[in-house]
């Protein structure tokens, strides 16, 4: 394909996806190595309706959570948008609930996720509005991510805006939204998840009367006896679909802790099903998809969108930071201490998702999980190494993402780790690996499943520091 096609200074690799909002591309940035995503939109006519829409965007890029697509850029031309992605590999939820039934680890894990999303956009007084299946999407590292926070639906004339499957009562009325609009959607989503059908449609069709009169079915008569789905979690999908917003849960509050206790009582053997369930229906990463056709205007004479004070890229960064240090030798003021704070750097670090296997082991501390784990060793890596980033499918570092297929496919790792944690009846073999510059070092420790957490903790974090001796 011609490699000039380009969204600014993004160059586009492959179509991604087609759909009403806009079409999703595959890009790259050469600047900073690392794939994107970019969506592009149609702007509205009005001129009030594209300010809105300007000053939405720039809300959602203020968004930082593991749990949300990040936002790197805002591009515009006289007639599109687009928005520059976190590239997430994997494929969204639409695509996994059309072959998978999944199971009720799966299911805590996708709407714990998505309810911290949206506990940090509320945070923000951010509405997503179309909290539907195609709009979230199961990362290669086993977790949920919520994108398409509904930009396009600010210019949109209709008093309905939001897709049929995510659609609130209120919401349809035309009446104002909040967070409990959003928990209604999530309520849905998890009534799909949990029953296999969604609750207020009929032949394929939303029941607007249904969805407006009367409660969907109770969702314990649609679960399979086998899934065995704690009551606490039944009451909570059923209170989140109240027709009035009043009777919902007020916050994400009740919701996050009802999806912990559910968590905390699953198996620790069930860690991380999501992605057991979720990798035959990755999306191929293949350079020979459809050639792409974007807005020419798009091109190279499109301008940045992307607002002041917290926004700008790592590169717009780094270059008003050569601009200042340039402008303090010219006025003799540069000092020791502004030169290292400037020229300071992270490690980064990956850590591998530990392997967990257990055998007819005993029963183990209740916070003892994988993402535990990776956090006591985190805890020991910064004490050895000062700042870190971390990249890995449990426990990394929001601001980071290190793209499947190795140190080609992203930015190298100056460390890599590996985490294996193996039970048979009380006894447990914590083993944990560092790989730096091609040398490989090991550490074993055994561990009691009857001794208390603060004694794991005090092992695990011994055995990784003296990786470092």
Request: charge should be positive; charged fraction near 25%.
């Amino acid at each position: 394909m011609n490699s000039d096609i380009r969204v600014g200074p993004y160059r586009i690799l492959r179509l991604i996806n087609r759909g009403g909002q806009g079409s999703v591309y595959l890009g790259y940035d050469g600047r900073l190595r690392r794939r994107v995503a970019i969506k592009i939109y149609r702007l509205p006519e009005r001129p009030a309706a594209r300010r809105a829409l300007f000053r939405e965007a720039q809300t959602v890029a203020s968004l930082d959570s593991p749990r949300i697509v990040s936002v790197y850029d805002i591009i515009e031309s006289p007639g599109h948008l687009a928005l520059v992605m976190e590239y997430v590999p994997g494929c969204d939820l639409r695509e996994f609930l059309a072959s998978v039934r999944p199971s009720l680890a799966s299911v805590v894990t996708i709407a714990t996720d998505l309810a911290a999303a949206l506990a940090v956009a509320r945070q923000q007084r951010l509405v997503h509005g179309d909290l539907k299946a195609a709009n979230v999407l199961i990362t290669d590292g086993g977790r949920a991510k919520l994108t398409d926070f509904g930009i396009a639906r600010k210019g949109t004339e209709s008093k309905v805006a939001g897709s049929l499957s995510a659609l609130s009562p209120e919401q349809y009325l035309g009446e104002p939204l909040d967070v409990r609009s959003d928990l209604f959607a999530l309520g849905c989503l998890v009534y799909r998840m949990l029953g296999g059908e969604e609750p207020f449609r009929k032949s394929g069709q939303l029941d607007v009367r249904w969805l407006l009169e009367r409660p969907p079915p109770p969702l314990g008569e649609l679960v399979p006896p086998e899934m065995d789905v704690p009551r606490e979690l039944l009451e909570l999908v059923m209170q989140m679909l109240r027709r009035d917003p009043g009777e919902r849960p007020a916050n994400t509050h009740r919701v996050r802790r009802v999806l912990r206790e559910v968590n905390r009582d699953l198996p620790l053997s069930q860690g991380n099903s999501l992605l057991r369930e979720a990798r035959p229906c990755f999306r191929p990463e293949s350079p020979e998809d459809i050639p792409p056709a974007v807005p020419a205007a798009l091109g190279r004479g499109s301008r940045s969108r992307m607002v002041r004070g917290g926004l700008w890229s790592s590169l717009a960064l780094w270059s008003w930071r050569r601009r200042l240090l340039a402008l303090l030798f010219s006025l003799g003021l540069v000092v020791t201490p502004v030169v290292i704070a400037l020229q300071d750097r992270e490690t980064l670090v990956h850590i591998e998702a530990p392997a967990v296997d257990l055998q007819e082991s005993g029963e183990l501390p209740a916070q003892i999980s994988s993402t535990w784990l990776v956090e006591q060793v985190k805890t020991v890596l910064r004490q050895r190494l000062g700042t870190i980033r971390v990249t890995g499918p449990v426990g990394a570092t929001p601001v980071t993402v290190f793209y499947a297929g190795g140190d080609n496919a992203g930015e190298a790792p100056d460390e890599r780790f590996a985490l294996q944690l193996r039970c048979v009846r009380e006894i447990c073999a914590f083993t944990i690996s560092r790989e730096r510059r091609g040398e490989l070092h090991y550490q074993h420790a055994v561990l009691l499943t009857g001794m208390p957490t603060q004694q794991w903790e005090g092992i695990v974090r011994d055995a990784t520091g003296k990786l470092y001796e």
